[in-house]
């Protein structure tokens, strides 16, 4: 049995404790560490495993084995003299650990927020490098998130008290909790002074006040419920000082106050949008200029056409928007090619010749490549370069042989 420290002291940054076991844990590929006691809290209740150091050996993980707690180590353990019955030192990471109990007590806090205002019960929660809560809710309009993170970080600037006790499983239900508990025997029990209670063996701050900012970052609808992303402590910070450095620079770009950036940003994606349409409709029309011009330039050919076009670069919206315009106005066979990327495109007019995909892959295989499509429109790709110019001879010459 592993005695848990961090249940009545979550600040506590290093210890000694009695080696008890070694076992290979985490699939096998590092050894793990049971000790007679730690302040390791293990992957549970949605909260993230710590990371320090015992004997000096990185800790890479943390296990909740029932009765055990297994810390996974990155390192020999015999070479370093850990065996069983020795005492070995250990620091727990409390930048890491902090900033888990930064968003573990903000989302208690958040949480018994959404009650207080919403009535909407948090269904699961997830605590990692993005941190969530499930809400029972249908829906979630922007007014009341407001309303939500406004009570939340009134109960943290309010500095209230965060307090710790267990109490037996059979009182347990007598004290109103917002999470009931899951567990028989000794309950612990989580409290923010005259606004949550909880069951909970998690890390926490002594009090709200630490948790810092609380910001509900973004939301939405996953399986009928409601998915909310919070931000708390550093964090909020961290992200505050990022979006306010953007908003700075594109204040300062467009010459504009920083509350005026999103109505600037929004007339100019209107005239991008503007000139984008007006950059299609130019496009358009050339590549219609370029199809005339194309068709009206092709030597006389007994029959249905057949073009063979061949790109040392070219956009290949361009290529395909061409050849069907050029198979729109009249009958003919498209064949053309991008040496640059070696793609291919064949086009036919509707009805009129072979197989296009047939043709190109019989054309692609011979050095190769590879394609596909329709009896009307087939695109493929060949090593570039003069492989090209080779596929788009062998297709013209079986099409003039046929």
Known sequence: MTERLYYTDTYQRAFTARVVGVERADGAAHPGLVLDRTIFYPTSGGQPHDTGTLGGLPVINVLDAGERIVHVIDGELDAHGIVPGV????????????????????????????VHVLRADTVSVHL?????????????????ARRVEDRANEIVFEDRPVTIRFVDAGDAEALGLRRPPRREGAIRIVEVEGFDRSACGGTHVRRTGEIGPLLIRRWERVKGQVRVEFL???RALRD???????????????TVGDHDVGAALERLAGDARERERALGEARRRLIGYEAAERLAARGPDAGLSVLRLEFPRRDPDEVRSLLREMVG?????????????GQLYFSRSAGEGPDMAALLARACQAVGGRGGGTVEFAQGAVPPGEAVARVLGQAEAEIRGA
């Open 240 to 254: 505050y000082r990022w979006k306010h450095a953007l908003v700075a620079e594109w204040s300062a770009r467009l």
């Open 128 to 144: 990692g490098a993005s941190s969530t809560l499930d809400l029972a809710l249908p829906t979630l309009t922007l007014e009341d």
């Open 87 to 114: 005492e070995v030192p250990g620091t727990v990471d409390w930048e890491r650990r902090f900033d888990h109990m930064q968003q573990h007590t903000g989302q208690h806090v958040l949480s018994a927020a959404f």
């Open 329 to 341: 106005r009249e009958r003919c066979i498209v064949l053309a090619g991008i040496t640059e990327t």
């Open 232 to 234: 708390c402590g550093w």
